[in-house]
């Protein structure tokens, strides 16, 4: 599916008409993106994250809830830990690797 719209570089809204707010931590990976990128919506079990983004074609994923949620700022912290646990604390996000993609 391709983007309708990318203008705010956090809110991603799709040709279904469905829209998308962009976990912080994965925020570089849309600013490759141009309207013909082609996304799959895949949904994953996480504390904080109801689906991903997927860009088959580049091998990149990025963590997303409705737009139209709101991100707590304890759930941002609690994620941003456990990535760093994971990936370290400063880190590219590795290549599709969200959890259930």
């Not at 895949?42 to 904080?48: N, R």
């Not at 994620?79 to 690797?97: K, N, Q």
């Amino acid at each position: 599916m391709r983007i309708k719209k990318h203008e705010k570089s956090y809110i991603v809204e799709l040709e279904d008409g469905s829209a998308w707010r962009i976990w912080p931590g994965d925020l570089a990976i849309p600013l490759l993106w141009i309207s013909s990128t082609r996304l799959a919506v895949s949904e994953i079990h996480d504390a904080h994250w109801t689906h991903v983004l997927i860009d088959r074609l580049h091998g990149t994923c990025v963590r997303v809830i409705e737009a139209e949620e709101d991100l707590a700022p304890e759930e941002i912290e609690a994620s941003l830990i456990a990535d760093a646990a994971t990936f370290g604390p400063i880190h590219s996000p590795p290549a599709c690797t969200c959890s259930g993609a």
